[in-house]
């Protein structure tokens, strides 16, 4: 009895996403250590990768927010956050990062990240 064998492929599509930053997100990026830097290099080329699909605990919608999410970094004690939105043709723009010092989200980061977030939209509206 002859069997054959029947082989089966599978495809990975990945979607090539842009991330862009606003000059804030560079200043803090460039104010942490090389070790954090490099994570967040790392993070950030996740989302280029995976987009909307980034699971936790890379990323994570903050909740009250309208399309406001945060990638989430963290080496070994010191955690960092990034705030992005999706912005427009594949594009995602970070706004923003802090350092985490305690459980609760800073409420002063959350609106700053806001803030620029609406100022971009404005901006691209007046275009």
Known sequence: MKVDRIYHFWYIYFVEFSVELLDEAVDFILSLSVKMQAKVQRTISLLKSFGYKLPEPHSRKIIGTKNLFELRIKLGSDICRLFYFYWKDKIYLITSGYIKKSNKLD?????????????????????
Do not use: G
Not at 109 to 125: F, G, R
């Open 107 to 127: 409420k002063k980061q959350l609106n700053k990240a806001l803030s620029l977030m609406n100022h971009v939209k404005k901006e691209e509206n007046n275009d």
